[in-house]
Nanobody, 125 residues
Framework: QLQLVESGGGLVQPGGSLRLSCAAS????????IAWFRQAPGKEREGVSCMSSDGYTNYSDSVKGRFTISRDNAKNTMYLQMITLKPEDTAIYYC???????????????????WGKGTLVTVSS
């Protein structure tokens, strides 16, 4: 079964850090463009970060300098390291993967092939 499963969400205080993980099964991530999206309460889903299969990365302005996307091909897992978290980062975070090159990075593409079910990140004191 082809799927992505996120983990690592939770409650964190402002200024804190979290690392989200997204494990792929049924396919190998190394040839896919990958991305993280988020959806805050009452808002549309937005792209946060993406990485092409050859390592090019892009970040939304709201997270640039605070979030880092990465992948570990040996573990078939992608990550989103988040530091200096703010209350406005509160959202459900989704990982996604796209097989077609040049489609999902650097531009964010909402129609990627595979999506996780999401993990909730809450930034609050």
């Amino acid at each position: 079964q082809l799927q992505l499963v996120e983990s690592g969400g939770g409650l964190v205080q402002p200024g804190g850090s979290l690392r989200l993980s997204c494990a792929a099964s049924g396919f190998t991530l190394d040839t896919y463009d990958i991305a993280w999206f988020r959806q805050a309460p009452g808002k549309e889903r937005e792209g946060v970060s993406c990485m092409s299969s050859d390592g090019y990365t892009n970040y939304s302005d709201s997270v640039k300098g605070r979030f880092t996307i990465s992948r570990d091909n040996a573990k078939n897992t992608m990550y989103l390291q988040m530091i200096t978290l703010k209350p406005e980062d509160t959202a459900i975070y989704y990982c996604a993967a796209e097989a077609m090159p040049f489609l999902a990075c650097p531009q964010f593409y909402d129609g990627m092939d595979y999506w996780g079910k999401g993990t909730l990140v809450t930034v609050s004191s």
